[in-house]
């Protein structure tokens, strides 16, 4: 009997226990779906903040690769900043506000003008290594430093000859084809190249950029501008190995060796 009564109060004691269960069942599986449905939240949220900074990225290089919105009315050339399309402008007004206080040349940008002063000045702060010759421009050096390594990989077709700079090359092949495509406007006369025309310019307007340091007489080449002052200097580059004398000028040396010591 009491073996009966025990067994029905241990019934009854599981039938309390079972709702605790049961909810305690039900809590777990509530925390459980929350936990999910968390870390669903957080990858979508880190997908969308993915996709979010992905579309930012797009969008702003598509803005900075759209951001030249200063165009110019007279050749439609796109810039990026006002200043410069302001810049710009000056090529079609033909506004020249940097003059040379020493020519009275005037130049569109300040930075031209800079660089054209190197020519009164005469200051080359490049200089070869190999032989001290010295240079205003660095790009000037770096072709020349081609004369020291010999090489010459621009060859005429016509003739052969080969070249350091391919520049050089297209220069000496107008002497074969004959070609001169730059003209003078003045006189009508025609040169091979641009600085050829720019020195025949300086006849009709008169211009002399090179000044003497020493009286201050005015040339209107550069190599003009050393021979003479190699009068004030005293210098005689052209030496004679044969007899000693010197000369100031490679023609009157070269006229020397032919009269006094060719057989």
């Known amino acids: 009997m009491k073996k009966r009564q025990s067994v029905l109060k241990d019934k009854e004691n599981m039938r309390d226990l079972e709702p605790c269960r049961t909810k305690h069942t039900e809590e777990q599986t509530d925390l459980m779906e929350e936990n999910e449905e968390s870390d669903e939240q957080k990858h979508h949220h880190g997908t969308t903040r993915e996709k979010t900074c992905s579309q930012t990225k797009r969008v702003y290089l598509r803005k900075r ?3 030249k919105g200063f165009t110019c009315t007279q050749c439609g050339k796109s810039l990026t900043y006002k200043h410069n399309l302001n810049v710009h402008m000056k090529i079609h007004t033909g506004e020249k506000p940097f003059t040379c206080d020493q020519c009275g040349k005037s130049f569109t940008h300040k930075v031209t003008l800079q660089q054209h002063m ?28 081609k004369v020291h390594t010999k090489e010459k990989p621009h060859s005429c077709s016509f003739c052969g000859k080969s070249f350091s700079q391919l520049n050089n090359l297209k220069v ?4 074969h084809t004959g070609v001169k495509d730059y003209m003078c406007f003045e006189c009508e006369k025609t040169f091979t190249t641009v600085a050829q025309l720019k020195l025949h310019k300086r006849i009709h ?17 550069s190599v003009h501008l050393r021979r003479h002052e190699m009068i004030h200097t005293g210098e005689k580059p052209y030496h004679c190995t044969a007899c000693g004398k010197s000369f100031r000028h490679s023609s009157t040396f070269c006229l020397h060796m032919k009269n006094k010591h060719s057989k």
């Open 172 to 175: 000496h092949q107008k002497r």
């Open 118 to 145: 190197i020519l009164h000045t005469g200051e080359k702060l490049y200089e070869c290594d190999q032989c001290g010759k010295t240079f205003s421009w660095a790009s000037g050096l770096k072709q020349h430093m």
């Open 65 to 67: 690769r759209n951001k």
């Open 205 to 221: 307007t008169g211009e002399k950029p090179y000044m003497c340091s020493y009286c201050e007489k005015r040339f209107n080449q």
